[in-house]
């Protein structure tokens, strides 16, 4: 019996001080720890899509509390990363997270820019075509993230990058008229005429769309001259059927340089900016890392 009594009593001592050391727990920690996706992988028995739909709704729940709470959205990142680990073809997740990293409630510094910077590459890598995610990113890189850099040529850099995110995202045919507009006024902004141009014409040569090339000839006349603009509208003859049948094995950009009769002036200012692209394929991120080696950051190039 005593000795019964004495395992009791030692069971009792050991389940007061679990207790005691259980409320020196922070309540977030016990709460919102998650795994590795690489444990979570295995612990769902490979239902990684499943897991990654029972997180997200546990990062919505999270991130509901701290924007009502304290804004600290301290474990977000790693939610998100790990939802998108987990199921890399959940396209809607980069989206929302882009937006959350910055707009949660908390403070809009660098690293919640680069954070949001971080889910559009992510995305990018698995959407590689996807305007919407290009063009958050391009939105951030020129908007975002150059006011919260101290440094005005890794601005300049961000920008330069921005621009090249922005033409991919004019390029795209399911990109809206807005969209088009909007990246042919920022390049002409930014003194990028020939880029403005280049691109303006590419759109308005394969355009049906009667909104589209109304606002495209507006651009055109304003970047090259209502006169140099007229001789587009005479060169437009249906360039993709020419395309196809004449040099299909040719990329679309450089048969556009090669077909006459187009405008001199374009093809100059066309074949300065392949040149340009050619030579500076780096994002802004890279040359970040090329002056700060002790600071990592993910990367994707646009073309």
């Known amino acids: 019996m005593a000795l019964v009594a004495f395992t009791l009593s030692l069971t009792q001592w050991a389940f007061h001080a679990a207790s005691l050391e259980r409320t020196n727990i922070p309540t977030s920690f016990e709460s919102y720890y998650l795994p590795s996706a690489r444990v979570l992988h ?12 029972l997180i997200w709704a546990k990062s919505l729940v999270y991130f509901g509390e701290e924007f009502t709470g304290m804004k600290r959205q301290t474990w977000l990142r790693q939610y998100l990363d790990t939802i998108t680990d987990l199921d ?36 990018l890598r698995v959407f590689p075509e996807d305007w919407q995610l290009a063009w958050y990113l391009g939105f951030t890189l020129y908007f975002e993230l150059p006011t919260r850099l101290n440094d005005e040529k890794r601005a300049a850099r961000a920008k330069k990058e921005a621009m090249r ?10 990109a809206p008229a807005f969209f088009r ?45 209502r006169k140099k603009a007229s001789q587009w509208e005479s060169w437009r003859r249906e360039p993709l059927q020419q395309w196809q049948e004449r040099l299909p094995w040719v990329p679309f950009e450089l048969f ?24 500076d394929t780096g994002t802004a991120e890279e040359h970040d890392r ?4 002790n600071t990592r950051h993910d990367t994707i190039s646009p073309e």
């Open 256 to 279: 556009l340089l090669m077909r006459d009769p187009a405008p001199l002036e374009v093809r100059r200012g066309a074949a300065e900016v392949m040149k340009s692209l050619v030579h």
């Open 290 to 293: 090329a002056g700060e080696r």
């Open 42 to 53: 295995y612990l769902s028995l490979g239902h990684d899509a499943a897991m990654a739909d």
């Open 165 to 174: 995110w922005l033409v991919k995202v004019g390029r795209n045919p399911q």
């Open 181 to 225: 507009s909007f990246v042919l006024g920022a390049l002409d902004k930014e003194g990028l005429r020939e880029m403005a141009s280049r691109m303006a014409a590419q759109i308005y040569a394969v355009t049906d769309n009667p909104e589209d090339l109304a606002a495209l000839r507006k651009h055109l006349d304003s970047i090259l001259g």
């Open 88 to 123: 890399p073809y959940f396209r809607d997740a980069y989206l929302w997270a882009g937006t959350a990293m910055m707009y949660g409630g908390q403070h809009i510094d660098e690293k919640a820019v680069r954070n949001a910077i971080h889910f559009y590459r992510k995305g």
